[in-house]
């Protein structure tokens, strides 16, 4: 199975930078995508940015211009770089690991906290 581990999280002030990383384990075959959630206190778990295998991202509107995905292969490892945050970057930002095979199944992280303040 897939374990992932995240780091990187902590307190910023607005107009302020993190780079989230993600580090997986070595049993990453089956992995279609690796993408970062991020869940607010009363909201839904929304989809920040997302990479395929193939190296094609895809932004939350709300990130496009401001967050950037990357990916190490070599290290197993998916990257979130935010500039620009913003207070309602504020959350709970989580790794994410999808499957296909043999049916879909999603692998997270233990999160890790983002609060950016005013």
């Known amino acids: 199975q897939v374990q992932l581990v995240e780091s990187g999280g902590g307190l910023v002030q607005a107009g302020g930078s993190l780079r989230l990383s993600c580090a997986a384990s070595?049993?990453?075959?089956?992995?279609?995508?690796m993408g970062w959630y991020r869940q607010a206190p009363g909201k839904q778990r929304e989809l920040v940015a997302g990479i395929s295998r193939s190296g094609s991202t895809n932004y939350a509107d709300s990130v496009k211009g401001r967050f950037t995905i990357s990916r190490d292969n070599a290290k197993n490892t998916v990257y979130l770089q935010m500039n620009s945050l913003e207070p309602e970057d504020t959350a709970v930002y989580y790794c994410?690991?999808?499957?296909?095979?043999?049916?879909?199944?999603?692998?997270w992280g233990q999160g890790t906290q983002v609060t950016v303040s005013s």
């Open positions: 070595e049993s990453t075959a089956t992995i279609n995508a």
């Open positions: 994410n690991a999808r499957s296909l095979v043999p049916y879909q199944y999603d692998y």
